[in-house]
């Protein structure tokens, strides 16, 4: 690969650029927007192609020459699942510095000159929001209800029974349209409604994510596990009140501890030192409210790269259960669907093993033709869990994506 980026003036739009057929990760308008396929590799060849990718020769000073390009990556659930990165051809990046910046790649220096360049360019200053339209929608459930309950029940009670500590049971639902489902309308719709989360557009796979896995910028890492859910109503004092009985509860300290532990454990061993929340605090988003633990450190020298702590913590017992090995195999056996990259990770990954990924939830999983989502909900089960309770949780879960594309 050959590679050339620049500073960018002129005023663009991350969801434009990326449209309905591009890449997007972002949060709070700092990230990536591609478009175009320049490479596409597992993830060691892909680490290795983007150490190799050399910056192009007919560069000229106003060129940035130690930015390289990113590779947008999917992550599955099981961890014996290959790992799918790709490069863009061009990738539109707004910095935490401010900074804004282009990267093109390419096979020849054609693919990079200024030419290319100005063409990139102005493709993204001139994208503009999609025109509304109409479609029709039917929604039914994937996973039928009576076996998430049992697999539920059957989770509570090996946990009950000492087999486990915690394990993740999901369900999955389907929704039908008769048009395609525009991607860029959902993408904005999302913006508008979880600007905070992580929001994503790889592959097949579409979502805004609250939960960050792993981030890693030269030798700082971060984390924010996630376990321990409630809803919102829109009401100021009732949320108040399930976020209290939230912090309070049993059963969901438990749940969201053995995340916080198994996080904070892993992240350790490559650190010298690390830090994390006493108590975990509150995350809110539209529609749920979360437990979470902020854990950041400093990695010790030579610094790991992002995608072998990703191995490492991935699935986190938020999607997986405790022990990890254990509550895999029990959700292999028993939840009644798979799962693909729903309860992964999804992010980004640069040639010197920075990157940042989030955990692949509140998502939806398009068919080939756009025409079908598939979307995804579980929960954590200890021994105090309510098999009801569990449903109506991923009931709350699903209006993420759910309100996203089938809204007129």
């Known amino acids: 690969m050959i590679h050339r980026t620049v500073l960018v003036d002129a005023p663009f739009d991350l969801n434009n650029v990326c449209g309905g057929d591009g890449f997007l990760f972002v949060r709070d308008g700092v990230g990536f927007a591609g478009q ?45 699942q290959p ?6 051809s061009a990738t539109f990046a707004k910095r935490k510095d401010g900074s804004h910046t282009l990267t093109l790649v ?25 025109r509304p339209s109409s479609n029709s929608f039917r929604v039914g459930a994937r996973t039928p209800i009576g076996r998430y309950l049992d697999a539920v029940t059957l989770a509570r009670d090996a946990v009950r029974g000492g087999q486990l500590k915690k394990a993740v049971i999901a369900r999955d639902i389907e929704v039908h349209a008769d048009e395609p489902i525009d991607v860029h309308s959902v993408l904005l719709r999302l913006r508008a409604s979880f600007g905070s989360s992580y929001r994503f557009c790889i592959g097949n796979m579409i979502g805004a994510t609250p939960e960050l896995l792993v981030e890693v910028d030269g030798r700082d890492v971060r984390s924010r596990p996630l376990a321990g859910t409630t809803p919102r109503t829109g009401d100021p004092e009732t949320d108040r009140e399930l976020a209290n009985e939230l912090v309070a509860s049993t059963k969901n300290q438990i749940e969201h501890r053995v995340v916080v532990d198994m996080v904070h454990d892993t992240l350790l061993a490559h650190c010298s030192y690390l830090d994390w929340e006493a108590e975990p605090s509150i995350v809110t988003v539209a529609n749920v409210q979360h437990l979470g633990t902020y854990i950041e450190g400093a990695l010790t020298e030579p610094t790991a790269h992002v995608m072998t ?40 990954m640069d040639a010197d093993g920075n990157g940042t990924f989030a955990v692949t939830i509140r998502c939806a999983e398009l068919s080939e033709d756009r025409r079908t989502a598939r979307l995804f909900a579980g929960g954590g089960i200890v021994a105090e869990s309510n098999p009801y309770a569990e449903l109506a949780e991923t009931q709350a879960k699903f209006q993420a994506m759910l309100s996203a594309i089938v809204r007129p």
């Not at 790992?83 to 863009?88: G, I, M, R």
């Open 83 to 88: 790992a799918h990165f790709v490069v863009a």
């Open 36 to 80: 175009g396929i320049a490479h596409t590799a597992p993830d060691l060849e892909m680490r290795q192609a983007l150490q190799e990718s050399q910056h192009s020769g007919n560069a000229t000073a106003a060129d940035i020459s130690n930015i390289g390009p990113i590779a947008f990556g999917t992550i599955p659930f099981l961890p014996h």
């Open 106 to 130: 390419g096979d020849t220096e054609l693919d990079v000159n200024d030419d290319a360049i100005h063409q990139a360019i102005t493709f993204a200053t001139t994208a503009r929001p999609p």
């Open 309 to 348: 702590l990703v191995k490492e913590l991935c699935p986190t017992p938020a999607l997986g259960g405790f022990p990890s090995a254990d509550a895999i195999s029990f959700i292999t056996a028993n939840e009644p669907m798979e799962r693909g990259n729903y309860g992964g990770a999804i992010g980004w």
